[in-house]
């Protein structure tokens, strides 16, 4: 009778394919064709290292094999068993049927090869018995070959349901958790988290543990006693005092500022520290430290220009860089002095300080070749920028003369060509004074000149001139208009300082001001004028004011302090009746208002205008040549305080290409 037979897709039904114990597990290796020879590129050594180390890790993993032997020596029988079918007897004699007829033999468990593990030894041969074996199931008790379920996989899966090893192993692996009956029993989240827990320990033993008392030192109390210390903010009250009034009744001196201008190295701080100097302002102590630290750098001959060049930058580089301001007085005047930048990087520091005076002192040095270079460099742009700011009265102070042997025909000669200038850039001829001057010996700045070389010269030293000047008439009854010159940090007391002159208008402690364009306000507690505190301040004045009630990041540099009750309209494009200086076109350009300048653009350029009735001469012109007078809109890249009658001035790449004067609003 035939064998039983087993399909292949039965095969392997008893095998758990999640759970194989290690020593079942199998592998099936291709037969790879070794290289021949040894190792390419090494010795007879490497070689036999190779061989020894190959024999010793095949000796250890013989000995790691040796205690499953056993067990797989057992397994071997098994493939070895037959089963006789019901029909017949398992005995070839019985059947008749010849060897070549009798179909295979199928075993039950497959052959294990085990690699690379050595095969174990062979167990002796035995003899097949043939046994009539009864109508029945036939069971095998096999060994209990697998190892307990180590801790992680307990974790992961769970504890065994069932420990038989057959039956429930063919069960798939149960997912994680969620199938636990301890899982399915209980509700995970429904008692505290661990959190909750140690923050429920953590109360019990706050509430339980008694505050220790901080001992404090003396020091400590004293230190923090004096860091509650503050002063208590002293409300301001007006005054209500009638400016006007007081001003008309006041027997103060007259008031005037001039801004002194000039190309760079003319001697401009020097003369000024000369005329202080002469007046006694700075004393002779002050001059002698001030000429020692000159000489300590090798410029002896700027002492002078040290009192009105006071930073380290200004004294290293032997140019002015900022506006210097000082302060004289004589018998009927008070003047400032604001001594301008002559360098062409800082015609913006000029303009600032050509907004807040009265007439210009134009210094020019007289030396060869110096006023002819002075001409095609910055003093012609100062002049056409001191007459765009309404300045109607100019001194030319003629420096320098004692160099050229005060020569008359030199002094002729300068006074010949700045005369022809100055008209051609609106001054009248009656309202020019040209004085000869010696900066650094104070030849004719305060006292006639006493050389014979001068003989020639009979008319009024530098001071003589300064006090001769007209002022203009000041703008008392008009609306408060202040440009914001500078803005610092005062003393404990008055935390926030600006300063700048007024155009327009009076003020007094106590008032309120509408700061623009930020649109805040603040309250004076203090002015003072030439570093003496008062009540009041006018048209002319360049005060400072200690503000109050306004934080410092709403002030800064070019901004308008007005009347809360008459405030200038911020806009963003106005019309302008335009000199040129240069050629205007329709350009990008930067804008300077007193002490601020912003970006913005000639837009359209409306008519070309008479420079002298003011008549359209023609429309809409392509472009405005130097000295013509043209009506152009000009547009800003945001809202700026500018009213009516403001004068401004226009500058393109380092270039003045023009001035004006604010007709309305485009």
Same mark, same amino acid.
């Given at each position: 009778?035939?064998?039983?037979?087993?399909?292949?897709?039965?095969?392997?039904?008893?095998?758990?394919?999640?759970?194989?114990?290690?020593?079942?597990?199998?592998?099936?290796?291709?037969?790879?064709?070794?290289?021949?020879?040894?190792?390419?590129?090494?010795?007879?050594?490497?070689?036999?290292?190779?061989?020894?180390?190959?024999?010793?890790?095949?000796?250890?993993? %013989? =000995?790691?094999? $040796?205690? /499953?032997?056993?067990?797989?020596?057992?397994?071997?029988?098994? &493939? #070895?068993?037959? !089963?006789? *079918?019901?029909?017949?007897?398992?005995?070839?004699?019985?059947?008749?049927?010849?060897?070549?007829?009798?179909?295979?033999?199928?075993?039950?468990?497959?052959?294990?090869?085990?690699?690379?593990?050595?095969?174990?030894?062979?167990?002796?041969?035995?003899?097949?018995?043939?046994?009539?074996?009864?109508?029945?199931?036939?069971?095998?008790?096999?060994?209990?070959?697998?190892?307990?379920?180590?801790?992680?996989?307990?974790?992961?899966?769970?504890?065994?349901?069932?420990?038989?090893?057959?039956?429930?192993?063919?069960?798939?692996?149960?997912?994680?958790?969620?199938?636990?009956?301890?899982?399915?029993?209980?509700?995970?989240?429904?008692?505290?988290?661990?959190?909750?827990?140690?923050? %429920? =320990?953590?109360? $019990?033993? /706050?509430?339980?543990?008694?505050?220790?008392?901080?001992?404090? &030192? #003396?020091?400590? !109390?004293? *230190?923090?006693?004096?860091?509650?210390?503050?002063?208590?903010?002293?409300?301001?009250?007006?005054?209500?005092?009638?400016?006007?009034?007081?001003?008309?009744?006041?027997?103060?001196?007259?008031?005037?500022?001039?801004?002194?201008?000039?190309?760079?190295?003319?001697?401009?701080?020097?003369?000024?520290?000369?005329?202080?100097?002469?007046?006694?302002?700075?004393?002779?102590?002050?001059?002698?430290?001030?000429?020692?630290?000159?000489?300590?750098?090798?410029?002896?001959?700027?002492?002078?220009?040290?009192?009105?060049?006071?930073?380290?930058?200004?004294?290293?580089?032997?140019?002015?860089?900022?506006?210097?301001?000082?302060?004289?007085?004589?018998?009927?005047?008070?003047?400032?002095?604001?001594?301008?930048?002559?360098?062409?990087?800082?015609?913006?520091?000029?303009?600032?300080?050509?907004?807040?005076?009265?007439?210009?002192?134009?210094?020019?040095?007289?030396?060869?070749?110096?006023?002819?270079?002075?001409?095609?460099?910055?003093?012609?742009?100062?002049?056409?920028?001191?007459?765009?700011?309404?300045?109607?009265?100019?001194?030319?102070?003629?420096?320098?003369?004692?160099?050229?042997?005060?020569?008359?025909?030199?002094?002729?000669?300068?006074?010949?060509?700045?005369?022809?200038?100055?008209?051609?850039?609106?001054?009248?001829?009656?309202?020019?004074?040209?004085?000869?001057?010696?900066?650094?010996?104070?030849?004719?700045?305060?006292?006639?000149?006493?050389?014979?070389?001068?003989?020639?010269?009979?008319?009024?030293?530098?001071?003589?001139?300064?006090?001769?000047?007209?002022?203009?008439?000041?703008?008392?009854?008009?609306?408060?208009?202040?440009?914001?010159?500078?803005?610092?940090?005062?003393?404990?007391?008055?935390?926030?300082?600006?300063?700048?002159?007024?155009?327009?208008?009076?003020?007094?402690?106590?008032?309120?001001?509408?700061?623009?364009?930020?649109?805040?306000?603040?309250?004076?507690?203090?002015?003072?004028?030439?570093?003496?505190?008062?009540?009041?301040?006018?048209?002319?004045?360049?005060?400072?004011?200690?503000?109050?009630?306004?934080?410092?990041?709403?002030?800064?540099?070019?901004?308008?302090?007005?009347?809360?009750?008459?405030?200038?309209?911020?806009?963003?494009?106005?019309?302008?009746?335009?000199?040129?200086?240069?050629?205007?076109?329709?350009?990008?350009?930067?804008?300077?208002?007193?002490?601020?300048?912003?970006?913005?653009?000639?837009?359209?350029?409306?008519?070309?205008?008479?420079?002298?009735?003011?008549?359209?001469?023609?429309?809409?012109?392509?472009?405005?040549?130097?000295?013509?007078?043209?009506?152009?809109?000009?547009?800003?890249?945001?809202?700026?305080?500018?009213?009516?009658?403001?004068?401004?001035?226009?500058?393109?790449?380092?270039?003045?290409?023009?001035?004006?004067?604010?007709?309305?609003?485009?």
């Amino acid at each position: 009778m035939p064998a039983n037979t087993v399909a292949l897709d039965d095969f392997f039904w008893d095998v758990p394919w999640g759970q194989v114990p290690s020593h079942r597990l199998g592998t099936i290796t291709a037969n790879v064709p070794s290289c021949r020879g040894g190792l390419l590129g090494g010795s007879s050594k490497l070689a036999a290292l190779a061989a020894k180390r190959r024999k010793e890790r095949e000796e250890a993993e %013989a =000995a790691a094999s $040796k205690t /499953s032997s056993e067990s797989d020596a057992a397994l071997a029988m098994l &493939d #070895k068993l037959t !089963v006789k *079918s019901k029909a017949g007897s398992v005995s070839s004699a019985h059947d008749g049927a010849t060897e070549a007829e009798r179909p295979s033999r199928v075993s039950r468990y497959p052959i294990r090869r085990h690699s690379p593990s050595p095969q174990p030894p062979a167990p002796e041969e035995e003899t097949l018995m043939q046994v009539d074996v009864p109508h029945q199931a036939v069971t095998v008790d096999f060994p209990a070959q697998r190892a307990s379920a180590s801790i992680f996989a307990t974790t992961l899966c769970g504890p065994r349901q069932d420990t038989s090893p057959l039956g429930p192993q063919l069960q798939n692996f149960e997912a994680p958790y969620v199938f636990y009956r301890e899982y399915n029993s209980t509700k995970p989240f429904s008692g505290p988290s661990p959190d909750d827990v140690v923050k %429920a =320990a953590q109360a $019990k033993g /706050s509430r339980n543990t008694p505050k220790k008392k901080k001992k404090h &030192d #003396k020091s400590e !109390v004293l *230190s923090a006693s004096v860091d509650k210390l503050a002063i208590d903010e002293i409300k301001v009250k007006s005054k209500n005092l009638n400016v006007i009034a007081e001003f008309q009744k006041s027997t103060s001196k007259r008031i005037a500022s001039f801004v002194v201008v000039g190309h760079v190295d003319h001697g401009k701080s020097t003369l000024m520290g000369r005329l202080l100097y002469d007046l006694k302002v700075i004393d002779q102590r002050s001059i002698d430290k001030l000429r020692k630290e000159a000489e300590s750098i090798g410029k002896s001959s700027f002492a002078l220009a040290w009192v009105m060049d006071e930073t380290s930058e200004e004294r290293s580089r032997g140019v002015t860089v900022d506006i210097a301001t000082n302060y004289f007085e004589t018998h009927n005047s008070s003047f400032t002095i604001l001594d301008a930048p002559g360098h062409k990087d800082f015609i913006p520091n000029m303009i600032s300080g050509a907004s807040q005076a009265d007439f210009p002192v134009l210094v020019i040095d007289a030396s060869t070749n110096s006023f002819e270079s002075g001409l095609k460099g910055q003093t012609k742009e100062h002049i056409l920028i001191a007459r765009s700011m309404g300045m109607q009265h100019i001194i030319v102070a003629v420096n320098k003369m004692d160099t050229i042997s005060w020569s008359k025909t030199r002094f002729d000669h300068i006074v010949k060509h700045m005369t022809a200038f100055l008209t051609e850039a609106s001054f009248s001829e009656k309202r020019i004074i040209f004085i000869p001057l010696a900066g650094l010996t104070g030849e004719n700045v305060t006292k006639r000149i006493e050389n014979s070389a001068a003989h020639w010269y009979t008319g009024k030293t530098l001071l003589e001139a300064v006090e001769s000047i007209d002022l203009p008439e000041r703008s008392l009854a008009k609306p408060l208009r202040l440009s914001v010159a500078d803005v610092f940090r005062g003393d404990l007391r008055s935390p926030l300082s600006i300063s700048g002159r007024i155009d327009s208008g009076t003020l007094q402690v106590g008032d309120v001001l509408l700061i623009l364009p930020a649109n805040e306000t603040a309250t004076i507690k203090a002015i003072e004028v030439r570093d003496t505190p008062v009540d009041w301040a006018v048209a002319g004045q360049i005060p400072t004011l200690h503000l109050s009630d306004i934080d410092p990041v709403y002030l800064r540099q070019g901004d308008m302090i007005c009347a809360p009750h008459a405030p200038v309209k911020l806009v963003k494009a106005f019309t302008s009746k335009l000199l040129a200086f240069e050629h205007v076109l329709p350009m990008p350009v930067e804008l300077f208002r007193s002490t601020l300048n912003s970006p913005g653009c000639v837009r359209t350029l409306s008519a070309k205008l008479n420079k002298f009735t003011g008549e359209v001469v023609k429309k809409k012109p392509r472009i405005v040549k130097p000295g013509e007078v043209a009506r152009v809109v000009v547009e800003l890249e945001r809202e700026l305080p500018i009213e009516e009658g403001m004068r401004v001035v226009i500058r393109e790449r380092g270039r003045t290409v023009g001035a004006g004067l604010m007709e309305n609003v485009a």
